[in-house]
């Protein structure tokens, strides 16, 4: 069992930043497909971004150029580094584990962006 949980979400203007950090547990965090999803009222919930055990990266067309995932497996972190936020990034973002065939779900962490 893979327990996340995140954290970094908040208030901020349009044009701001935020940093996002999900922390994993488990010894195997190194082996994990990482990702973020975000799910924003009375839509569907949609991949952000993801990155996996060999550091390939992708994004959403939304968020490239603003967004950039990370992980730092010395401390089972992955980080969504925000910029440049826009109204529309307003949502919980989500974070992700995929071991083999199975998914992990945090809690989510609220990002709102409003003037």
């Known amino acids: 069992q893979v327990q996340l949980v995140e954290s970094g979400g908040g208030l901020v203007q349009p044009g701001g930043s935020l940093r996002l950090s999900c922390a994993a547990s488990?010894?195997?965090?190194?082996?994990?497909?990482m990702s973020w999803y975000r799910q924003a009222p009375g839509k569907q919930r949609g991949l952000v971004a993801l990155?996996?055990?060999?550091?390939?990266?992708d994004y959403a067309d939304s968020v490239k150029g603003r967004f950039t995932i990370s992980r730092d497996n010395a401390k089972n972190t992955v980080y969504l580094q925000m910029n440049s936020l826009k109204p529309e990034d307003t949502a919980i973002y989500i974070c992700?584990?995929?071991?083999?065939?199975?998914?992990?779900w945090g809690q989510g962490t609220q990002v709102t962006v409003s003037s």
């Open positions: 992700n584990a995929r071991d083999r065939s199975t998914d992990y």
């Open positions: 488990g010894s195997i965090f190194s082996r994990y497909a």
């Open positions: 990155i996996t055990s060999v550091r390939t990266t």
